[in-house]
């Protein structure tokens, strides 16, 4: 089991930025950031793969999210840019410890999820 610590949440108006934490006490093999919004369902927004740092993205955040990871601290990060309202939603960082090229951006390949952390974007 991975146990994961997100931090790095906040409000920021649209067309700003937010670096998202989530620091990992085990070793998973795959990890990923989904968002929730209320009422909404859970989505994958990007995922890695720690074995090959292939990584994955829904199409919405394409060109301004970045997935990364920092193996000294083991810490993952999910750089956000050029921010809009839709993007408001629960962060979450999620870990496994099966393999999968690229990641997965489905939530039901994580057993292991952090707490989530709020991100608000005002326009």
């Known amino acids: 089991q991975v146990q994961l610590t997100e931090s790095g949440g906040g409000s920021v108006q649209a067309g700003g930025s937010l670096r998202l934490s989530c620091a990992a006490s085990?070793?998973?093999?795959?990890m990923g950031w989904f968002r929730q919004a209320p009422g909404k369902e859970r989505d994958g927004v990007a995922s890695?793969?720690?074995?090959?740092?292939?990584?994955k993205y829904v199409d919405s955040v394409k060109g301004r999210f970045t997935i990364s990871k920092d193996n000294a601290k083991n810490t993952l990060y999910l750089e956000m840019n050029s921010l809009n309202p839709e993007d408001t939603a629960s962060y979450y960082c999620?870990?496994?410890?099966?393999?999968?090229?690229?990641?997965?951006?489905?939530?039901?390949?994580?057993?292991?999820w952090g707490q989530g952390t709020q991100v608000t974007v005002s326009s």
């Open positions: 999620a870990a496994d410890l099966t393999y999968r090229y690229g990641g997965s951006l489905s939530s039901y390949h994580y057993d292991d």
């Open positions: 085990g070793y998973p093999q795959i």
């Open positions: 890695l793969d720690i074995i090959d740092g292939e990584t």
